[in-house]
């Protein structure tokens, strides 16, 4: 899966166009590496993603394409 719908899907950002922003602005980093919104995913990835003075370490635990609100949060674990 495209990481910007990715971090959509799982609401980790709200909206595709805000997430695709932000990874070309350069603050998502999948496993060390500067991401691009096109990049794939996986279980298992770790995604640093940097709001202002915080950064937000994720793990990815699973992937799907469509989930409700509820369930998006079972789709990553918060690791920091």
Avoid: P, W
Wanted: overall charge positive; some cysteine; glycine content about 4%.
């Amino acid at each position: 899966m495209r990481l910007d719908k990715f971090l959509k899907v799982s609401r980790v950002i709200k909206r595709r166009t805000v997430a695709k922003e932000a990874c070309d602005k350069g603050i998502v980093v999948i496993n060390g590496n500067v991401a691009k919104s096109s990049s794939e995913v996986k279980i298992g990835d770790l995604l640093e993603i940097t709001f202002g003075e915080k950064v937000m370490k994720i793990r990815i635990n699973e992937i799907r394409e469509h989930v409700l609100k509820n369930d998006a949060k079972e789709m990553y674990e918060i690791i920091e």
